[in-house]
């Protein structure tokens, strides 16, 4: 398989990053480069092999439902960019 | 006086047990070796002078004391992926500009509880992805090795200085380095240059794909990647993360077992720590391998490998055989598919753990027209080519209709490649030896590799099979090539059979002997 510039772009999109029309020309080609390696893989007969979830056979732990931590939300918003008493800044989102 | 950068770790820690040295004066003549070096090498983008000193004053008073922990007054370099509370930490991206975590990354923080001292932090590829440490947004790091010409140089008669020293003519041989600058692989290669480089008694690395063992190899270190689960991943910045490991890197096999006894731990922040004790690394270096079993994969040989590669595995091969260990040929028949199938899976779970630089709760913000806009260019403006290459074809992937021929066939493969490793384990092989990596350290802005990611990414074409079945894996520096660069070999076990890695990687380092650097920087 092989993507165009079109699929590029929505795919660009779909990653939330921004990119130029010269930007999308390059990509198309470097993705196809990395697509065409990985293409390989359709050669391998996986007839009956289930997909690996885990490489360690460990059952998922679990802890107590409860609180363990929190109360500290001027740590949380201590790395933002913009804050106001404690809450993330954002363009506004809701007209 | 001698030079306290030279002493391994566990000569450090006698001397500083003895009272001969202090973690003071052991951390000075560090901070002032990376004073001297990190200009040229950039091995560092952040050191900590004050937190080093008052972590190794406070360990000097504990040293006094006859007290301290396994790693008491040891200065060591932390890769810019570790959290660490305070300090510097962007996992060398422009998106993280800035980041300060209020948090310690369990590993680092295992070390701190043992004594080490912090000397900052280490150049990497940006968010670990790369195999030759160019990706980072500071810049490249440069290895302390280069290649060395043998000359014929005719001397004439001369009369010299003021001695009167006359030299006779004549022909002699004389080797000189070149000035062309390598890299030191990637992704830790700040990691790897600044433990061969003399700029930190070991270091804390990640491995992925191999971005502990290439970079080891390349600059004639000792690199471990434990089993997936033996090292705590929370407090590190995610990459892939069923791929990721920490994993120290260190001036020779006992070392990087100390520092692995420390980092190593059962966590209950990290859901896929493994709950089985850390057994005392150290104790297996000098056992001998007698009767081992070691295993070498026929798939292993690649097409295009060089010749001196081939025959440093051959050399490994006798010097395993000369210890009494018993060598088997084996067959991984899944190993071509390892690097196609990681190329699917470590982008997938990259695009969906990169997913949370956004510009809103750290890092870069580029303002936008909305707030998608803002997202947008924020990551157009943050994120380095390789990094952007990933999460697109990671996001390719994982979109509607793709899921199942790309992600699910790859995980099954996966699951074909772990298979192999299995049916040889449980035929009785204990060990399995291979190259680390398929050439010597190549050059900065390598043209090929610029041109074709692709070949890049074939770097890791003999580590990447370990991360995708969970495998331990050490790369032990074994020889050095006819242009006097070093090269490893990797020896890869058993599930979280670190210890017979540490026992035959010593048996390696013994018959091929320590290798370090000329220093010219």
């Given at each position: 398989?092989?993507?165009?510039?079109?699929?590029?772009?929505?795919v660009?999109?779909?990653?939330?990053?921004?990119v130029?029309?010269?930007?999308a020309e390059?990509?198309?080609?470097?993705?196809?480069?990395?697509?065409?390696?990985?293409?390989?893989l359709?050669e391998?007969?996986?007839?009956g092999v289930?997909?690996?979830t885990?490489?360690?056979?460990v059952?998922?732990?679990?802890?107590?439902?409860?609180?363990?931590?929190?109360n500290?939300?001027?740590?949380?918003?201590?790395?933002?960019?913009?804050?106001?008493?404690?809450?993330?800044l954002?363009?506004?989102?809701?007209? | 006086?001698?030079?306290l950068?030279?002493?391994?770790?566990?000569?450090a820690?006698?001397?500083?047990?003895?009272?001969?040295?202090?973690?003071?004066?052991?951390?000075?003549?560090y901070?002032?070796?990376?004073?001297?070096?990190?200009p040229?090498?950039?091995?560092?983008?952040a050191?900590?002078g004050d937190?080093?000193?008052?972590?190794a004053?406070?360990s000097?008073a504990?040293?006094?004391n006859g007290?301290?922990?396994?790693?008491?007054?040891?200065?060591?370099?932390i890769?810019?992926?570790?959290?660490?509370?305070?300090?510097?930490?962007q996992a060398?991206?422009?998106?993280?500009?800035?980041f300060?975590?209020?948090y310690?990354s369990?590993?680092?923080?295992?070390?701190?509880?043992?004594?080490a001292?912090?000397?900052?932090?280490l150049?990497?590829d940006?968010?670990?992805?790369g195999?030759?440490?160019e990706?980072?947004?500071?810049?490249?790091?440069?290895n302390?090795?280069?290649?060395?010409?043998v000359?014929t140089?005719?001397?004439?008669?001369?009369?010299?200085?003021?001695?009167?020293?006359?030299?006779?003519?004549?022909?002699r041989?004389?080797?000189?380095?070149?000035?062309?600058?390598l890299?030191?692989?990637?992704?830790?290669?700040g990691?790897?240059?600044?433990?061969?480089a003399?700029l930190?008694?070991?270091?804390t690395a990640?491995d992925t794909?191999?971005?502990?063992?290439?970079?080891?190899?390349?600059?004639?270190?000792v690199?471990i990647?434990?089993?997936?689960?033996r090292c705590?991943?929370?407090g590190?910045?995610?990459?892939?993360?069923s791929?990721?490991?920490?994993?120290?890197?260190?001036?020779d096999?006992r070392?990087a077992?100390?520092?692995?006894?420390?980092?190593a731990?059962?966590?209950?922040?990290?859901?896929?720590?493994?709950?089985?004790?850390?057994?005392?690394?150290?104790?297996?270096?000098?056992?001998?391998?007698?009767?081992?079993?070691?295993g070498?994969p026929?798939?292993?040989?690649v097409?295009g490998?060089?010749?001196?590669?081939?025959?440093?595995?051959?050399k490994g091969?006798?010097?395993?055989?000369?210890?009494?260990a018993?060598?088997?040929?084996?067959s991984?028949p899944?190993?071509?598919?390892?690097l196609p199938?990681?190329y699917?899976?470590?982008?997938?779970?990259?695009?969906?753990?990169?997913a949370?630089?956004?510009?809103?709760?750290?890092?870069?913000r580029?303002?936008?027209?909305d707030?998608?806009?803002?997202?947008?260019?924020?990551?157009?403006a943050?994120?380095?080519?390789?990094?952007?290459r990933?999460?697109?074809?990671g996001t390719?992937?994982?979109s509607?209709?793709?899921?199942?021929?790309?992600?699910?066939q790859?995980?099954?493969?996966?699951?074909?490649?772990?298979r192999?490793?299995?049916?040889?384990?449980?035929?009785g092989?204990?060990?399995?030896?291979?190259?680390?990596?398929?050439?010597?350290a190549?050059g900065?802005?390598?043209e090929?590799?610029?041109?074709?990611?692709?070949?890049?990414?074939?770097n890791?074409?003999?580590?990447?099979?370990?991360?995708?079945?969970?495998?331990?894996?050490?790369?032990?520096p074994?020889?050095?090539?006819s242009?006097?660069?070093p090269?490893g070999?990797?020896?890869?076990?058993r599930?979280?059979d670190?210890?017979?890695?540490?026992?035959?990687?010593?048996?390696i380092?013994q018959?091929?002997?320590?290798?370090?650097?000329?220093?010219?920087w």
């Open positions: 398989m092989s993507v165009d510039v079109q699929t590029v772009k929505r660009a999109r779909l990653a939330r990053i921004a130029s029309e010269e930007d390059r990509m198309t080609g470097e993705l196809n480069a990395i697509l065409g390696f990985v293409e390989q359709n391998v007969d996986v007839s289930e997909p690996m885990s490489v360690t056979p059952e998922m732990k679990k802890r107590q439902d409860v609180v363990t931590d929190g500290k939300a001027a740590d949380i918003v201590a790395n933002a960019p913009a804050t106001e008493e404690n809450f993330f954002v363009p506004k989102v809701v007209e | 006086m001698t030079d950068t030279r002493l391994t770790i566990s000569q820690r006698t001397k500083l047990r003895g009272k001969e040295i202090t973690a003071t004066d052991l951390t000075e003549a901070l002032s070796a990376i004073d001297r070096a990190n040229t090498l950039n091995a560092y983008v050191v900590t937190k080093a000193r008052d972590m004053k406070a000097d504990r040293l006094a007290e301290g922990g396994a790693l008491e007054g040891i200065p060591l370099g890769k810019d992926l570790f959290g660490t509370e305070g300090v510097h930490t060398c991206s422009h998106v993280l500009d800035g300060k975590p209020r310690e369990t590993v680092t923080a295992n070390l701190w509880a043992d004594g001292v912090m000397l900052g932090k150049n990497m940006e968010f670990a992805m195999s030759s440490n990706t980072s947004y500071y810049g490249p790091v440069i302390p090795w280069r290649r060395s010409r000359d140089v005719v001397m004439p008669t001369t009369h010299q200085g003021d001695g009167g020293f006359v030299s006779a003519g004549g022909a041989t004389a080797r000189s380095l070149d000035n062309a600058q890299v030191p692989g990637g992704s830790s290669g990691s790897a240059t600044a433990v061969s003399f930190c008694a070991g270091a990640t794909g191999g971005s502990i063992r290439q970079p080891a190899a390349f600059t004639g270190t690199g990647k434990p089993t997936y689960g705590s991943r929370w590190i910045v995610a990459f892939a993360s791929l990721d490991q920490a994993g120290p890197i260190a001036r096999v070392d077992a100390i520092l692995l006894k420390s980092m731990s059962v966590d209950a922040k990290d859901t896929t720590s493994v709950a089985r004790p850390v057994p005392d690394y150290e104790a297996a270096i000098g056992k001998p391998i007698k009767g081992m079993k070691v070498i026929r798939e292993y040989r097409e490998m060089p010749e001196e590669i081939e025959a440093l595995w051959q091969i006798a010097w395993l055989k000369d210890a009494g018993e060598i088997v040929d084996i991984l899944h190993t071509k598919y390892a199938a990681y699917i899976v470590a982008p997938a779970e990259a695009s969906s753990n990169l949370r630089y956004d510009g809103v709760r750290y890092g870069l580029v303002p936008g027209k707030i998608v806009d803002m997202y947008e260019k924020t990551r157009a943050g994120f380095g080519r390789e990094v952007k990933r999460i697109m074809i390719y992937v994982l509607a209709g793709y899921y199942d021929a790309y992600y699910l790859a995980q099954k493969v996966r699951n074909l490649i772990k192999d490793f299995e049916t040889v384990f449980a035929a092989v204990d060990v399995i030896l291979t190259p680390a990596t398929p050439s010597a190549f900065i802005a390598d090929d590799m610029a041109a074709d990611p692709v070949k890049m990414y074939l890791d074409i003999f580590t990447v099979t370990v991360n995708m079945a969970g495998l331990p894996g050490i790369a032990v074994a020889g050095l090539d242009k006097g660069l090269l070999l990797q020896l890869i076990g599930p979280f670190e210890e017979t890695l540490f026992q035959t990687a010593a048996v380092e018959a091929a002997g320590p290798f370090q650097p000329e220093q010219w």
